[in-house]
């Protein structure tokens, strides 16, 4: 059942060229520290898949950068029943607030969870050692700290998801697994706000998601790179170019851009027409149809400015039914507008078949926009405001969940107090157009913010102060 991914070590010295000298210092010092402190010790990171997922982004490099920086960091996955996952998408949709299937929580539930995590057990726990440590990630593992701890190990249990303001049913799935987590070591969450109540406060710790400055979706891309990128995928037209250069994939291997998006649009978008861009999943909490009207009626034409909606291509035959009813009703908004705002509107399937290749799209188009936006009605941190931020653009985005704690409004990005004020973000999105030396400053000022804060060199100093504080080194 559970399985080890195989993730090969990324050396850690290259975020020198990123970092300025007094802070790669203090992050080799981290890395020294951590070393010494683990030698001889595994830290597990234990979660339930090994591909997909905003978990998986954010496992990956911190894993791999950890075995570079000499520390035997793993992965583990835990494989589960049918049955075993309907019951922790229903507690991982509590943990968000909504009722997801509406199933209880009840004791058959508990058996179910159970029984799939003591098999899981049964293959790992005997690879644990005393004083190693162990990081459960999200409620699908919640039930292994009791067996994990017996075995010695320090146990952290990180929660991915939150909310900012806990319902009943937040706390019906914080009721379930309670009891599994009071023997944990430590509990992580990603911002203050979702910490829950009933847990032992002096073990929690924040540690906020970080991007990998070095991936296919936040790489350094050129100008030129960008366009041909942008042009071969079919996103935007323009003069001939060569292809685009090899990228490097998030195994190291060269990857290319060869497919093409679908667009839907009135007329081809031109290379130097300037981009407003929102890259979301067609997700109704991600306000595509906000996001389209609010341009279309509130982003004067006179601008120039054009729309981007770029989203992972839905395939027909996905698991996904929400993600199909919610492109059709961008396109059906889209094609609603009056004939002229209707043309400055282009909605982008960005194809998922290979997600290196995907991944760099998004990164061309990050870099080739003018301005961003995240216009989300909820999100827990909201990855992609990051990683635009790291691109130097000036992001407009709704102040709700983890965005606040990236922008600071005026400063390092635009934030709309009410995400459903169509007339406020096309106002604001039209103030960042009309005044590009202000656009550029914040720009740089949240790149700055994503370097000192948000890139995976933080979370990984977060993650061994963590263990630092909280290991029991073994006395004499
Ligand atoms: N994303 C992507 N391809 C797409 C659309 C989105 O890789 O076609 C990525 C996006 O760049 C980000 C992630 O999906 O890394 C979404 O994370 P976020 O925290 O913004 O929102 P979530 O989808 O987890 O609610």
Redesign the pocket.
Known sequence: MAFEVDIPSKDPSRFRDVLPPERFEEFEHGCEEARRLLDGHVVWNVNSTARGG?VV?LLRPLVAYARGAGVDARWMVVEGTPEFFTVTKRIHNRLHGSPGDRGPLDENAQRIYEDVLAANLAEFVDRVLPNDVVILHDPQTAGMVHELHAAGALVIWRCHVGLDTPNELAREAWAFLRPYLLEADAYVFSREAFAWEGLDRKKIAIIAPTIDVFSP?NCDLDRETVRSILLVSGIVTGAEVPAPPPFPCQDGTPGRVERRAQMFEDEPLHEYDPVVLQ???W?ALKDPIGVIEGFGHHVPAETGARLVY???AVDAVSDDPEGERVMREALATREALPADARRRVHLAA?P?DDLNE??VM?NALQRHARVVVQKSLA???????A?AMWKARPVVASRIGGIQEQITHGETGILLDDPRDLRAYGAAVTALLMDPERAEEIGRRARERVRDRFISVRSLLDYFALIRRFMLVPSG
């Open positions: 905003g982004e979706k890259v979301s999943r997700d770029a989203a992972p960005l998922m995907n991944a998004v999100e827990g941190f909201g990855l992609t405001v990683e």
